[in-house]
């Protein structure tokens, strides 16, 4: 999660729909548990009795660099433990993209909506 001493602010690779899919496909089995499907931290697991994780929505969560994520998934972070030996560094990259698409889904602004689709659903400036 880092280069050169520093959290790392881009991804390595291009983020493409191929690693949004693969992202989303991980995210679905290794973090949706827990997080769950929206990203928003409440998962079968925390339903079940499990103190809930942050959600990714929170602005803290969201103000964190993609390095500090990786950071996270790979060496674990309160409750969480360490997902290195299950996931490749590949995919918890594309977890990462998956997870900032989730923030993006809650938190778009306007300006990054299409004006035909934002026109369509009645929203403006």
């Given at each position: 999660g880092k280069?050169?001493?520093?959290?790392?602010?881009?991804?390595?690779m291009?983020?493409?729909?191929d690693v949004?899919a693969r992202g989303?496909a991980?995210y679905?089995?290794y973090c949706?548990p827990?997080?769950?499907?929206?990203?928003?931290?409440d998962?079968?697991?925390v339903?079940r009795?499990?103190?809930?994780?942050?959600?990714f929505?929170?602005?803290?969560?969201r103000?964190e660099?993609v390095?500090e994520?990786y950071?996270?998934?790979t060496n674990?972070e309160r409750?969480?433990?360490?997902?290195?030996?299950?996931?490749n560094?590949e995919?918890?990259?594309?977890?990462i993209a998956?997870?900032?698409?989730?923030?993006?889904?809650?938190?778009?602004?306007l300006d990054?909506?299409?004006?035909d689709?934002a026109a369509a659903?009645?929203?403006s400036?």
């Amino acid at each position: 999660g880092k280069v050169d001493g520093e959290w790392a602010t881009t991804f390595p690779m291009d983020v493409t729909e191929d690693v949004l899919a693969r992202g989303q496909a991980r995210y679905n089995i290794y973090c949706s548990p827990c997080h769950d499907e929206s990203g928003a931290g409440d998962g079968i697991i925390v339903r079940r009795g499990m103190i809930p994780p942050p959600s990714f929505h929170d602005e803290h969560i969201r103000a964190e660099t993609v390095g500090e994520l990786y950071s996270a998934v790979t060496n674990g972070e309160r409750n969480m433990p360490s997902y290195a030996s299950q996931v490749n560094t590949e995919d918890r990259w594309a977890i990462i993209a998956y997870v900032r698409a989730l923030q993006l889904s809650q938190n778009a602004p306007l300006d990054v909506i299409p004006a035909d689709v934002a026109a369509a659903k009645g929203w403006s400036n």
